[in-house]
């Protein structure tokens, strides 16, 4: 049911449509505390309305993060207007398509939509941090050895524990927690730039063939493969080698036009970027989909943890870690 006063409250800022005359409806995005709504105005277009609660400050910043965006020709949805007060927030409607509604596409039709999205996040990762925005936006708190070991935490609590029911005493005793932890500290000694953190299939909306980035409030400074892990080992979207290989030197051909080749062993860093990346995803399919509720979360634990096992396979020192990865079944029932 669509609460009286959003109507009223659309009305009273965009007073030329009657409020007889708006049309709201609820649209599902996700699993966080965000509601998000499609508004048609008397046949003359749409907008989306946002409304967000109190339980993660960054929802927030949202519009002064999309400003920055633009103003780094990062292509963002338009911000109408901004309720503080109300946690309301009006933007333009990119219409309907995400990059994963083309998940089942011919690569030929799917290469150029993926290469528009790393266009975008390339623009980010080269000219974020270099922007002098007065007064820049709050970012949340950078990439550092602790949050590396919170995602690692975030798996083996809610996926291999709470999801796979390994005892808390097994997870504590030989399964390799050293060797991530030298992953964390190792990843957390090299240079940031500004990244998404969240840069999967959902995140990315495509227009007129051209991918436009949501969902971009948990920016921080982190490391531009953790964003390309993120997309090429999407849960979500099933990528084979030869597209992920394809698409990874797209991208470092991207930043090597844009004046920031990668550093030699690059190709390891987005390894070790891909672990963390896929252990957070895994531990939040658990938490969403056990703690709050939200089972169809679920269902993409099995691809993630394919894949995390083929990332594990390539790391050296991982070997009590991956045999606690081959210990959990494949399919839960």
């Not at 940031?192 to 495509?206: A, E, G, K, T």
Request: overall charge negative; proline content about 7%.
């Amino acid at each position: 049911m669509i609460p009286d006063a959003l109507l009223d409250q659309t009305a009273a800022r965009f007073p030329r449509y009657l409020r007889e005359s708006i049309r709201i409806e609820p649209l599902e995005k996700g699993g966080s505390d965000r509601k998000y709504y499609r508004i048609a105005l008397c046949g003359e277009g749409s907008l989306i309305l946002v409304k967000y609660g109190n339980q993660r400050e960054e929802n927030r910043h949202y519009c002064d993060i999309a400003a920055f965006l633009s103003a780094l020709d990062v292509r963002v949805p338009a911000i109408y207007h901004h309720d503080s007060k109300e946690g309301l927030i009006w933007m333009e409607d990119l219409g309907g398509s995400d990059l994963w509604q083309f998940r089942e596409s011919p690569w030929e039709t799917r290469r150029p939509l993926y290469r528009s999205a790393l266009e975008q996040v390339v623009r980010l990762h080269t000219r974020g941090h270099r922007a002098t925005a007065t007064p820049p936006p709050r970012f949340e708190l950078a990439f550092d050895a602790e949050l590396y070991r919170w995602e690692q935490r975030y798996f083996f609590e809610n996926c291999a524990g709470r999801y796979f029911g390994i005892p808390p005493a097994t997870l504590d005793a030989g399964c390799g927690r050293e060797p991530l932890d030298a992953i964390a500290e190792r990843l957390d000694a090299l240079p940031r730039v500004l990244v998404h953190r969240d840069f999967q299939s959902q995140n990315i909306m495509i227009l007129g063939g051209q991918a436009c980035l949501i969902d971009f409030q948990g920016m921080r400074p982190g490391l531009a493969a953790y964003d390309l892990a993120s997309l090429l080992y999407d849960p979500y979207v099933t990528l084979t080698a030869a597209e992920r290989n394809e698409l990874l030197a797209i991208a470092e051909r991207l930043y090597a036009e844009a004046g920031a080749p990668v550093e030699p062993g690059f190709r390891e860093i987005f390894d070790l970027c891909a672990l963390q990346r896929l252990m957070q995803a895994l531990g939040a399919y658990g938490f969403l989909g056990l703690v709050k509720a939200h089972p169809h979360f679920l269902a993409h634990i099995p691809p993630a943890l394919a894949s995390l096992r083929e990332v594990a396979a390539r790391i050296p020192g991982l070997e009590a870690f991956r045999t606690l990865l081959e210990r959990l079944p494949t399919a839960k029932h």
